[in-house]
């Protein structure tokens, strides 16, 4: 059977503490591409918070309970060009993603399990440092704008 076709919606998580310190994850399939918790929807209609949550914990094994760890939706969009080397994983035809932002404080001491098929090395690093080591623009932009979302929270 084939592998249905990726979706063109995603969501990208930042992980981070109150400290502003990044989890960046490295791409098992393209070593030295370093990138926050990112994942397409599932279904058209599957919830975006859904799709982060799942995501979240697909990639780090990290829980959003509601609770002690909350996702928080930006209520921003970023519509990119898919990198040709994944188009294949797409409809023919299709070449643009719209990434939904997310992000999620943490304590610095919360155990990360990596899927190993997806990454393969993590690393915490100040905000600034993190958005120059991310492979994607977009990405690196959401985590410059982590301290303005941080700050909207409190």
Partial sequence: MDKPYKIPESVLVVIHTADLQVLLIERADRPGYWQSVTGSLDAPDEPLLTTATRELFEETGIVADGEKIVLRDWQLSNIYEIYPVWRHRYAPGVTQNTEHVF?????????????????????????????????????????????????ARH
Avoid: G, T
């Fill in 103 to 151: 992000s999620v404080e943490v304590p610095r001491d919360i155990p990360i399990l990596l899927s190993p098929r997806e990454h393969v090395n993590h690393v915490w690093l100040p905000y600034l440092e993190a958005a120059d080591k991310c492979f994607s623009p977009s990405n690196a932009e959401a985590v410059l704008l982590l301290p303005r979302q941080a700050a």
